[in-house]
């Protein structure tokens, strides 16, 4: 059985990816315009009547800022958070519409397997997301300061990743933020870097080798671009042995524009 994804939109100014299969979609985050998820649920021929899941990583607004339109006009929509991201979001959402899950713990929708996992960044219970179908994994890691061990374990099942690329640590250091907020970028709460996720891609390929599509996903406007992140991450795993292409597939989740569909099947 194949199941679809696609990137509505990667980076600072707003999240949002779709997973499904023939009856189902879920939505992870709604961090852009409801027009705009509508939109590109009508570009991917998804019928609103089958998203039945919004998943949200964390309560940040370029997360979280179309929660209430998607909940109010999406018939069949449930949205799915912790304890902790429901205590801190700040975007009315109807109480029959809110499901909680726990952090590690698995939950069903439709056919689809969720698994959340805990990410380090300066939310109240930041997620990331593995959601698993007839042997197949799309995985979803962005916001996060570091890889943790388990961060990279969960990774590495992932048919297809989209994996934080949100810097370049140059470009930042020698940009116009001030100073705090380069320190919050950097640190262990911030975001992750080109090389970092570099490192973390060529850990989870010579850990387990297999097929794999990656998005590198969150790009900031201000601190990066997709060359530059594109060759920063191939040269990283270049310095680390691993040669992309083939099996290891790399593209960029575009903050402004949706990505294709991806078909990920077994």
């Not at 199941?3 to 985050?29: H, P, Q, R, W």
């Not at 698993?132 to 961060?151: K, R």
């Not at 090389?195 to 990066?224: D, F, M, W, Y």
């Amino acid at each position: 059985m194949a199941i679809k994804f696609c990137s509505f939109a990667s980076g600072s100014s707003g999240n949002c990816y779709m997973v499904k299969d023939e009856e189902t979609a879920i939505l992870i985050d709604a961090g852009i315009s409801g027009k705009k998820i509508f939109q590109c649920l009508e570009d991917t021929d998804t019928p609103a009547e089958d998203v039945a899941a919004l998943l949200i990583t964390h309560e940040h607004i370029d997360h979280v800022k179309s929660i209430p339109v998607v909940t109010k006009k999406l018939p069949n929509v449930l949205a799915y958070a912790n304890a902790g991201t429901w205590m801190a979001n700040e975007r009315p959402v109807s109480s029959e519409k809110r499901r909680v899950f726990n952090t590690g713990e698995e939950f069903q929708i439709g056919a689809f397997t969720v698994r959340p996992f805990a990410v380090s960044h300066d939310a109240a219970e930041p997620v990331g997301f593995s959601i698993m179908h007839g042997g197949c994994q799309v995985t979803i890691l962005t916001d996060s300061g570091f890889l943790s061990d388990e961060n990279l374990a969960e990774m590495a099942d992932a048919d297809l990743l989209v994996l934080e690329s949100n810097h370049e640590e140059e470009i930042l250091l020698m940009g116009r933020y001030p100073y705090p907020l380069k320190r919050r970028i950097l640190g262990e709460q911030g975001h992750l870097s080109n090389v970092t996720c570099g490192k973390g891609l060529a850990h989870i390929h010579k850990a387990v080798p297999k097929p794999r599509q990656v998005l590198l996903g969150h790009l900031s406007h201000e601190n990066n671009d997709p060359s530059v992140a594109m060759l920063a991450v191939r040269n990283t795993l270049f310095e680390h042995g691993v040669i992309p292409g083939g099996d290891l597939q790399i593209e960029v989740a575009h903050r402004d524009r949706r990505s294709d569909v991806f078909v990920i099947e077994k």
